[in-house]
Structures are given as C-alpha cells and as structure tokens.
C-alpha cells in the first residue's frame, strides 16, 4: 500500500467528566513516570540489591524537578512575554508547553540534591536514570502529536501528516514520530547496554552517550521543523538547537573523561 498523506485530525481530549478534562498528554506523561519507576525497580534496584525506598526518594526528586523545570523552561526560553500578560496560564501544563530543555537541568539540580543524601554519585545516578528519561522523551513527543503541534515543514514525502485541527491543508513532516521512535530507539540501546555492563562500566558513560544521541538527534530533526516561536523565523539555528549544543558537548567530554581513565 503506497501512502499519500494521513489526515490528522485527533482530539487532543481523550473524554470530559464534567468540566474535568482527560488528555492524551497528561495521559502519556504520567505513563512516562510510571514505567519509568517500573523499569528502574524492576531492570535496576532489584539486579543491584538496592532498597525501594532509595528509588522512592528519587522518584520524588525527579517527578518535582521536571514538570517544574519542564514548564520553566518553556516560560523563559520561548514565550516569556505570553506568560506574563497571563500569569494563571503557567499553570496549565495539561495544555502542552513544556521544554526538554529546562526538564534536563530541573532534573540535574535533582539528582544533585538526592545524591547529597543517598551515597550514590552524581554519575552513578545518571547513568541509569537516563535509561527511563528516554523512554519518557517517546511517550512525551506521542503527546505533542495527539496535540497536533511541534509539526515539521511542508512535505511530498508519502507518509506526510496534514494537522486539521491546527487549521494545516499541506502535508508535514511528522517530526513528533521522527523525535520518539529516536528515543525509543535510545531507550532500548541503554538498557541493553546497562545489563550487560553495569559491573564493569565506568561512571558518565551512558549519560554521555545519552546527551550526544538525544540532544544531537534533535539538532539534526529540528532542520525539519516549523518554528514554535515568531522570534526564531530569522534565526540560523532555532531556540532547540542552540540550547542543545552545551548538552552534545558535555556528553562529548564525558566520554573523553570516561575514556581517559585506566
């Protein structure tokens, strides 16, 4: 069967109780948080013989850190005026607006905060909480489709999605599935990767390999996408791009420290 264009056309509401709406991101992100504690008790804790209650603590860190440092980022790196002329709307994070971005460094101030109580390393949390942060960046970027935004640039491409309901006629790249099945992808390779190796792997190599596969795939895919912001039009590089180079080059270094060491 050859493809010509998918209508899009999904509501972003799965059903209404009431004035209680229930939506497609919320749904998924709360799924990412819940396999992603799933995973890390089943895959993790239990094949190190480390206690629960160490992965409830950093649960709770993490779970605070990004959906603040999420929702921050997206206020202050692409919308800041918005925000301010209507304050309340921070608040409704149901609606999307969230930034990976800001999600990664609420989560290193996270992990920075839990390791001063845990005995773990910095490190040495990384490494393997960044296992589940890609499978939450799948199930985040299946969000952003049902909400039909973050759509890539007019296509001839056979699989091309044409976003009804964000008033599109032309066929898109669908950037959001080109983002997820990226870290799907990732999530499988690191969990793969950790099993086989983590009696013997050195500390920040996977989350270098983390920062370099993520943040650079989305480099290389927002070439493909529509600007989110009017301001990024006359931009060589979008807001995205800019601000996931320092994460490429810290995974870079890390794997050049990682590889240093005897």
Do not use: C
């Not at 050859?2 to 799924?31: C, E, T």
């Not at 599109?168 to 990732?186: K, V």
């Not at 990767?193 to 290389?220: Q, S």
């Amino acid at each position: 069967m050859i493809l010509n264009q998918i209508m899009w056309d999904v509501s972003p509401v799965i059903f209404k109780l009431g004035s209680l709406q229930i939506r497609w991101y919320g749904l998924f992100f709360a799924l990412a948080f819940y396999l992603g504690y799933v995973i890390l008790e089943k895959q993790v804790f239990k094949r190190e013989n480390l206690p629960v209650k160490l992965l409830d603590s950093l649960a709770t860190y993490v779970v605070i850190a990004t959906v603040i440092g999420a929702r921050l980022g997206h206020i202050l790196f692409y919308q800041p005026m918005d925000y301010l002329t209507d304050p309340i709307s921070i608040l409704k994070i149901w609606e999307g607006g969230l930034a990976s971005h800001g999600a990664a460094i609420g989560i290193l101030i996270a992990i920075w905060m839990f390791t001063r109580k845990s005995g773990k390393s910095f490190l040495w949390t990384l490494d393997r909480l960044v296992i589940v942060v890609a499978l939450g960046g799948f199930f985040i970027r299946l969000g952003n489709l049902m909400n039909s935004e973050i759509y890539g640039h007019i296509t001839s491409l056979p699989w091309g999605f044409v976003f009804v309901r964000d008033g599109q006629a032309d066929p898109r790249h669908p950037t959001q599935i080109y983002e997820a099945l990226s870290y799907l992808i990732l999530f499988a390779a690191l969990l793969v990767y950790y099993k086989r190796n983590y009696k013997t792997m050195k500390e920040g190599f996977i989350f270098g390999i983390f920062l370099i596969v993520l943040f650079g795939v989305r480099i290389l895919i927002e070439f493909l996408k529509e600007p989110q912001v009017a301001f990024e039009q006359t931009m060589t590089l979008n807001m995205g791009q800019w601000l996931s180079i320092p994460f490429v080059l810290a995974g870079l270094y890390l794997l050049w420290r990682t590889s240093s060491k005897k």
